[in-house]
C-alpha cells in the first residue's frame, strides 16, 4: 500500500485563517468606535424642558411675522465657502443677522451680522468655511420681530431659499 504524503502544517491552511479573521475583525472594530467615542463631541442635552418649549412659542411668533410681511430670501455662498450674499424680495431697513448651525456639532455654528449693500442686498464673511455638507440656517432682524429658516445642502450646489416656517 502506498504511503500518503504528509499533511501540511496547520497553518498553510486557509480556513485556520479565515475562522481567525472574523473575531480579530471585530476586536479591531471594536478598537475603532472606542476611538470615535472617546474623541468625538457628544451634543449638550438640556435639563430644562419647559423653557425649551416656552421659547418654542416665540420662535413661532416670529415665523408669523415674517409671513406677514411676505418676506423671503436667497443665499448665496462663494467658492471659498465663507463670503455669503443674501438677497431679500422685498426691501427692509432692519438690521440683519445670519446664523449658520450643524446640525450634530455645536461648535461649528457661526452668527454673523450683515453688511447692507443695497435696499435688497446683504453680504457677509463667515470666520471659518462651511464644509460640512448639511446646515440649518436662520435669517433674522435684530430686534427679533422675524426670522426666516432653512435647511442647506451645499453638496447640491444651488442657493437656498428661505421661506417663514409657519406651522
Known amino acids: ?5 504528509p499533511a501540511p502544517p496547520w497553518y498553510k491552511s486557509p480556513w485556520p485563517w479565515f475562522l481567525m479573521s472574523i473575531p480579530a475583525l471585530a476586536v479591531v472594530g471594536g ?6 467615542a472617546i474623541t468625538s463631541n457628544d451634543g449638550l442635552v438640556s435639563d430644562d424642558y419647559y423653557k425649551e418649549g416656552q421659547a418654542i412659542n416665540e420662535q413661532l411668533d416670529r415665523d408669523r411675522g415674517a409671513a406677514r410681511l411676505g418676506l423671503h430670501a436667497q443665499v448665496l455662498l462663494a467658492d471659498n465657502g465663507k463670503d455669503l450674499r443674501v438677497v431679500l424680495d422685498r426691501p427692509t431697513s432692519a438690521a440683519l443677522r445670519l446664523k449658520v448651525v450643524h446640525p450634530t456639532r455645536a461648535g461649528l455654528d457661526q452668527t454673523v451680522a450683515l453688511k447692507r449693500e443695497t435696499e435688497r442686498l446683504y453680504t457677509a464673511t463667515l470666520a471659518v468655511p462651511l464644509t460640512q455638507p448639511r446646515w440649518r440656517v436662520e435669517l433674522a432682524d435684530a430686534a427679533g420681530t422675524w426670522r426666516l429658516t432653512g435647511v442647506w445642502q451645499l453638496d447640491l450646489l ?3 431659499e428661505l421661506k417663514p416656517a409657519v406651522r
Request: aromatic residues 8%; hydrophobic residues 65%.
Open 31 to 36: 478598537i475603532v468606535m472606542l476611538y470615535l
Open 158 to 160: 444651488a442657493p437656498l
Open 1 to 5: 500500500m502506498p504511503a500518503s504524503p
